[in-house]
């Protein structure tokens, strides 16, 4: 059973259009972070945010944390090339430092 | 620091065999997770580690898999005796702790025939 569940599970899409991925749980969570994983590499992290209603930015990218902390949401504006990767978002139960990882969205943007 | 180390990056074995993969955390690093990863079911979180202590391990599949953590900067993961449905990619990560970034290994392919 999966924690986190991501949607959509694949996206793809042409170079400069918007796109945003979901991350849902019933869980509450002390923090949310997104990473991404390119082919042959580990997850990086893009960003954590721990308030409920955060909202960050970076570059073209903005996270936002749900109110109650149950949920988040990637937004890409005009999408590149090099944003094509698997998104996943991740997240500690019960304030624990385990970290459990959402079933991902594979994204690819078409030059 | 070179980041998370695992060893080996590729592992072929047979059926029946014992694997043992291979991490090293980055130093200063008090949490340690190791994942196994597939297209069928994602980034599982197998087991984590708080100062060389095991936290959780209800992740780990089946009596078959064990996690040890000697001391701060060496942890094994292994598979006795291995089968085919563990072929799968296996990262290790460390952090220093809650809410903080977790640094990924490059991972081990493992396939077993």
């Known amino acids: 059973t999966q924690l986190l569940e991501q949607s959509p599970q694949f996206l793809s899409i042409q170079e400069g259009e918007n796109l945003t991925v979901y991350c849902n749980s019933s869980?509450?969570?002390?923090?949310l972070q997104w990473y991404r994983q390119e082919p042959g590499e580990g997850p990086v992290l893009l960003v954590t945010?721990?308030?409920?209603?955060e909202v960050k930015k970076l570059k073209r990218l903005t996270f936002q944390f749900g109110d109650a902390r149950k949920d988040s949401s990637l937004h890409i504006t005009a999408a590149q090339p090099g944003d094509t990767g698997l998104y996943l978002c991740?997240?500690?139960?019960?304030?624990?430092?385990?970290?459990?990882f959402g079933t991902g969205t594979r994204l690819t943007v078409i030059p | 620091d070179a980041g998370v180390i695992q060893s080996p990056r590729h592992e072929v074995t047979e059926m029946g065999q014992e694997v043992t993969l291979r991490c090293k955390p980055i130093?200063?690093?008090?949490?340690l997770f190791w994942y196994r990863q597939t297209m069928m079911r994602g980034l599982e979180l197998l087991i984590y580690?708080?100062?060389?202590?095991?936290?959780?391990d209800s992740g780990m599949p089946e009596d078959r898999f064990s996690a040890k953590m000697p001391n701060a900067s060496f942890s094994t993961l292994k598979i006795q005796p291995s089968e085919p449905r563990d072929s799968a990619v296996y990262f290790c990560?460390?952090?220093?702790?809650?809410?903080?970034?977790?640094?990924f290994g490059q991972g081990t392919r493992l396939t077993v025939v």
């Open positions: 990560a460390s952090r220093t702790g809650l809410n903080t970034e977790a640094f």
């Open positions: 991740a997240g500690g139960k019960d304030g624990a430092n385990n970290l459990f």
């Open positions: 580690f708080n100062n060389n202590v095991p936290i959780d």
């Open positions: 130093s200063g690093h008090n949490s």
């Open positions: 945010v721990v308030t409920g209603g």
């Open positions: 869980s509450v969570f002390s923090s």
